[in-house]
């Protein structure tokens, strides 16, 4: 027999912690992440894609014994490498969420504004790319200069964005280390975007660190 202990949603069975289960929607948040982030070779995956019910003995997994529901999801430097998937805001009690120190890429999921409650998220030191989503201003609960965006490849022409999330960033400046795949510093003002036309091979989309501007003699702007 199971030994019971006294929160009535949690027991031992042998040695290992028995709760109860995730609701489904954020037990299959959590597999989805596993699934979309190569979980079978991340560095550490103890207890993960266990039966319902075993999700508190999950590797960087922990939740409310009352609610039932996850609280942190901490993964950092655990080799996670792939997209986050949008079903991510599933985990709308998530405090703190940090996947720092992994090689996530492509663009963070506009759903993560649904993490209303969350007081800390850590996504630097990935592959992120593109635009930030306007949405992570709903995240009103973040602490200030309690999370990191750095060193990805992230910007925003959103001015109220970018002043939310210097606010909250560590330091207070996430934009400055942004990098493009060329491995330049690509902070939104000193980097060009331009379509160039090219007998050889046609349109190019090229993008490059600025160096300065001018004006020729016919009175015409000259980025370079």
């Known amino acids: 027999m199971p030994e019971f202990i006294r929160n009535p949603n949690i027991y031992l069975s042998g040695n ?3 709760c109860a289960a995730l609701p489904t929607a954020e037990r299959e948040t959590l597999i989805a992440l596993y699934n979309s982030t190569g979980g079978e070779n991340w560095a550490e995956n103890t207890g993960w894609l266990g039966k319902p019910g075993t999700e508190c003995n999950w590797y960087g997994v922990s939740y409310d014994l009352q ?3 996850v609280r942190t999801l901490t993964l950092p430097e655990n080799n996670l490498i792939g997209p986050i998937p949008e079903s991510i805001g599933n ?3 998530l405090w703190e969420l ?11 999921p506009s759903k993560l504004g649904n993490l209303s409650v ?7 030191s990935n592959q992120l790319t593109g635009p930030v989503p306007a949405e992570l201003m709903n995240l009103t609960a973040l602490w200030d ?10 910007y925003t022409n959103n ?21 493009l795949n060329g491995g330049y510093l690509a902070a939104p003002e000193l980097w060009i975007k331009a379509v160039i036309e090219t007998e050889e091979k046609g349109s190019i989309n090229a993008i490059w660190q600025k160096g300065g501007e001018g004006e020729t003699d016919g009175g015409h702007r000259v980025i370079w």
């Open 16 to 18: 290992q912690v028995i």
């Open 67 to 69: 609610s039932n529901c």
């Open 91 to 93: 985990l709308q009690s």
């Open 98 to 108: 940090n996947l720092s120190g992994n090689q996530l890429s492509g663009p963070i």
């Open 118 to 124: 969350s007081d800390t998220l850590k996504l630097d």
């Open 145 to 154: 200069g309690n999370s990191d965006f750095r060193w990805n490849r992230l």
């Open 159 to 179: 001015s109220d964005l970018r002043k939310f999330l210097n606010t909250k960033q560590i330091e207070g400046d996430w934009e400055s280390s942004q990098l």
